[in-house]
Structures are given as C-alpha cells and as structure tokens.
C-alpha cells in the first residue's frame, strides 16, 4: 500500500462507503483534509455560508437516501452554530457523520486559541461523539460513526478530527462499514398476546411517529389501522406515516400541549405506539395519560422509547414493518365476527366524520379566497394545480400549515417532509438537501418568514451549486405562533385572552424585509406575489423556471382565538 496520511485515508473510507457529498464550511484547522479533497472528483464539497442552514441542508439529503450525509466543520465555532439544527436532526433521527477539525491533540494542553471540547459540545446534541487521538483508529473510528449514524434509532453522530492526527501516515484498511441488519421480527408470542388484548377494543387509538415512515411500515400500518378500524395519530411524524386523506388518518398530535395529547388518548380502551414515543410535546403531560384499565401496547426498534414516560401493557423492540404486519394476521384471527363488524363501522364513520370537517375547512378556504390580505390557502390550492405528481415538498410553513396541507395533502411516502417543531429554518435547506438528492423532481420548501431568516444562506448554496429547488417564504410579517401560543397560555390561566395585548416583539416589520431582494442577493431570483389573482401566474414563473426560485407570498396576519 502506497503511504498516504490520515486526509486522504479518511477521504477514501468515505468513498468505500458510497459518499458522494461532504457538507461544509471551511477553516485552517482542516486545511490538510480541504486540500486533498479536489483529489478526490467523486466526493463533491456542497459549500454552506453557515453551519445551521448547512447541517440542515445535509438533514434534508439524508432524509431523501435514508443514508448518512457527512458534514464537515470548522472547530469549537462552527460546531457551535450548528447545534440548533443538530438537535433537529436528533429529533427527527437523521442519519448523519458530522465531523469538525482542529488544530491538533499535541495543543490541549496549551489552551490554543479557538480550542475547545468539541466532543462535550456535541455530546448532548447527537447520538454519539468522540474525537480521533491515533493514526492507528482513525478510520476505525468513522467507520463506527457511520455504523451508529444509520442504526435505528438513527441520528446525528460526531467525530473530532485533529489536524495533527490526520497530518500523520495512516495505514488503517479502508472497507465498506459493516452497517446491521435490524429488521427485527417480533417474538410470535409477544405478538398474540398483543393481538387477543387487542382485539375486544371498543375506541381504539393508534399514535405513529418516523419509527414507521423509517421501516417503510406505511402500507403495513394502514392495513392494521383498516384491521382493528382505529384512528391513526402522527406523534413526531415528520415523514408521512399514513395518506393524509384516509379515512381513518386522524391527524398531528401537535407538540406543544401535553393536555392536548392526553386528551388523544383519554377515553381509548386500547392504544398501539409505534416509531414513537408518548408524548413529544414541549410541555408534556406528567400524569399517566392513558386509562387504568387501557390496553397499550407500544412497538419501536429504540428500547428507550417504549415506556419512556408512562407505563405499557406489552413492548416489543422490533421492526415496524414486520411487527404491524404479524399484529394485523393474528388480530383477524383473534377477532370474532362482531368485533370485525363493529370495527368497520368505526372505520367508516370516522371516515365519514373526517370527510366531513376536510371538505368545510375547504369551502371556508374558498370562501375567502379574493380576500386582500391574502390567505395561504389561495397559494396551496394553485399549487396543487400545478405541481407534477412526483413533486417532494418541504412543509415548515408553520401557522399556514394547516392551509397548506388541505389543498397540497400528502398522499404518498417520499413526497413530504415537514418539521417536527423545534429549530426553527429546516425548510428552506431542508428543500436544498432534497434536491441535491433528487436533482430530476421538483421540490418545494416552505418557511415562515421568521423561520427563514434562521438560515437564508442556504440560498447561496443553492444557487452557487445550481441546485433548483424552489421556495415559498410566507410573509405575514409575525411570528404567529408565539401569538398563538400566548393566547393559549393567557386562556390556560383563565385570563381573557381579548383584554391582553401581544408583546410588540412578536412582530416582524418596521422595517418590512424584503425577501425578494434579499434572495436575488444570494443569487436566487423570485418574485413576490400579494393579490389572490397573481397568484396562478407566480407559480408558473417559479415552477417554469430553470434553477431555484424564491416566491414570498404576502398573507394575512389573523391570529386565531
Ligand atoms: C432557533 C429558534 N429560535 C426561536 C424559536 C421560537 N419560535 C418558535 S415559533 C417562532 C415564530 C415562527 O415564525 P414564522 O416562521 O414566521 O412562522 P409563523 O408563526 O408566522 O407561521 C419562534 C421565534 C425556535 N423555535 N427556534
Ligand atoms: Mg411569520
């Protein structure tokens, strides 16, 4: 073998691992590896002008392969702009190799400008951290990284590479990393158990999370649901984990609220978990929020998410896929006539209950569609015109979600991401990433346009890269849902939410930004669109045009309550 260092080794390991992109941000402490990149015309270097809007660009590729992306960063500082977004890929369980160089082992002892501990900063943000000190377990050690990066619970990993390790000769063998098979069946046992538990239920209630959409459990899980006729709940599901338009698809289970969640559940006689865990709401239920006598049984690959908070009848740390599969053959032999009877019914009359509330919210929609300021619902129902049938959208239009997704509805695995809530500035990149993977569908990203200014700078990449995504900034000059929330809090407190006033902090204007010029700035043109007539015309621009485009849509600031 030819002598060759650490930067080319590690490069090389990349490759032997099918990596065709490294995410990053330059700085002298990985000017060795930087330099032996253009070596390597396999591996393209994607620039980002910022490491949140760069971590979630490389966030939005792996959701898109299902593979790690690998993200390069520069020291204490860069890792420190990245945590935000780091923590979004966590929460999301995003496989990702997230590596940040530094000047050497040889200086800890100096306290050398620019050192920190890169290994402590990480820790809490991702799935596993460590920091290369040897030539001899260099590769090693990425090759472990990766592993970790792409087993469920997937997630971002972290390794340090020193400059001084990497500047060494490194005779460590490159091969493929040996990444597990985890599709783990259930114990039969388990699983009939389960199902003669479940079969006698009267409400059901099923709560489903990215644990499904992960294991490619979606057919798999509206079978079950359709089986037992109970409605399914996403619970951290930024991925689609059942078409929105089922009729037994019940919607998000929100993160904000724990009483909202409990509420779920309250009355359910029996709740199936699955890829998730109860409840990820930011201020969670503490009481148990299941009945006593309630039959839960709680399906994840992760063992730490099956009774993480409250306690459950049966676990069972295993594939989504095949344990909905297995579940949904023994509950039709468990059910007797009369309970498959009564669970069509329930299935049709949620259908019909859900059909009902889906088509008012539309005529309200359409009600209001010449209003000035415009509604977001005017800017979905075109586009859902006009987008092709493979279109893959990016949904972190937040407050204008719900009018989003009414008229744009996800259907299918694949063609929707969405943010779970949390790191605000994940669409817009996050549109970027799926691109880059995707180069031959159109992708949307959505932002509020508060969360976009989190990590405009991804438009830079974007364009610089030639990557032609397409974005929609929806401008109603607020951060919406703080207000939103603020009357939730002021009602909770039985305080009269009309007699209060909004802290003026919660808007954004004066001055109003200008996202069109600020996009052509970073070399993305667009266009912005403030009349429910011009509306047709600007999606065909943005959807015509050949590179990425930017439109902002100017809507109404109404807040709800
Ligand atoms: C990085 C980060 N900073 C602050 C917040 C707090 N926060 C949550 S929602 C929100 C407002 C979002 O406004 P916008 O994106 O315009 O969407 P809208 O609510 O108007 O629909 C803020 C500031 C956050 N979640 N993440
Ligand atoms: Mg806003």
Known sequence: MTQVTGHRRLLEQLRADGVRHLFGNPGSSEEGL????????????????????????????????????????????GLGNAVGSLYHALHRQTPMVVMA????VAYDALEAHMAADLVDIARPVTKYATRAIHPASLVRLLRRCYKVASTPPCGPVFLAVPQDVLDQLNAEPVLPTVVPDTRVAPEPGAVEAAARLLAGAKKPVILAGDGVAVSGAVDELVRFAETWGAPVWGAMASQLIMPWTHPLYAGLT?????????????????????????????????ANPFRPDATVVHIDLDAAAIAKNHP???????????????????????????QRTAATKRADQHGRDSATTRSRAREA????????????????????????SDAIVFDEALTNSPELTRWVTPERPGHFFQTPGGTLGVGLPGAVGLKLAHPGRTVVGFSGDGGSMYTYQALWSAAHHKIGAKFVVC??????????????????????????????????????????????????PGMQVSKPGEVDQAVRAMLGHDGPYLLEVVLDREVPG
């Open 312 to 338: 459950v009848t049966i676990g069972m740390v295993s594939d989504p896929r095949l344990t909905l599969e297995a579940l949904t053959a023994s509950l039709d032999k468990a059910m007797t006539a009369a």
């Open 365 to 388: 929609d359409e009600a209001r569609r010449e209003e000035t300021p415009m509604r977001m619902s005017v800017v979905a129902a075109r586009l859902a015109e006009q987008l092709p």
């Open 34 to 77: 930087l330099a032996e990149i253009t070596r390597f015309p396999d591996i393209q270097y994607v620039m980002g002008l910022q490491e949140a809007a760069l971590v979630c660009t490389a966030d939005g590729y792996a959701q898109a392969t299902g593979k790690p992306s690998v993200v390069l960063l520069h020291s204490g500082v």
């Open 101 to 104: 160089g530094e000047a050497g």
């Open 254 to 286: 929100g993160h904000m609220f724990g009483t909202d969640s409990a509420a779920i559940v309250a009355g359910a006689d029996a709740v199936v978990v699955c890829g998730t865990y109860v409840f990820p709401d930011v201020f969670g239920a503490t």
């Open 475 to 524: 401008h109603n000059s607020s951060y919406r849902l703080l207000k939103e929330n603020l009357v939730r809090y002021w009602q909770d407190g039985d305080t009269a939410a009309g007699d209060r006033e909004f802290p003026p902090f919660f808007d954004v204007h004066e001055p109003t930004i200008d996202f069109v010029a600020l996009a052509g700035a970073l070399g993305v």
